[in-house]
């Protein structure tokens, strides 16, 4: 079982940054965000699969960027040129593997105000 702790939501201006931040308490192979607003579903924004392997939506491509620390578990979402459509709640999504069986694990959301 891995826990998945966010961190960095906040209000923001039109054009400013956030960071978000999120640790887990395993290892993962794969870290993800995802972002909902209120009677969607939730969508996929970006992704790193072990160091290096990112990739993101087309609607932050440009403007976001993924990382980790595998020393601490933690992954990262740095939010840049943010526009009110950024609004969401985020939330870190983790896949484990364990005896070739795919883990997936949820983070309890952190909210993202734009403001224009």
């Known amino acids: 079982q891995v826990q998945l702790v966010e961190s960095g939501g906040g209000l923001v201006q039109a054009g400013g940054s956030l960071k978000l931040s999120c640790t887990a308490s395993g290892r993962a192979s794969a870290m993800n965000w995802y972002r909902q607003t209120p009677g969607n579903e939730r969508d996929f924004v970006a992704g790193?699969?072990?160091?290096?392997?990112?990739n993101y939506a087309d609607s932050v491509k440009g403007r976001f960027t993924i990382s980790r620390d595998d020393a601490t578990n933690t992954v990262y979402l740095q939010m840049d040129s943010l526009e009110p459509e950024d609004t969401a709640t985020y939330y870190c999504h983790a896949v484990t593997v364990t005896d070739g069986h795919y883990n997936s694990y949820w983070g309890q959301g952190t909210h993202v105000t734009v403001s224009s």
């Open positions: 790193i699969i072990g160091g290096s392997s990112t």
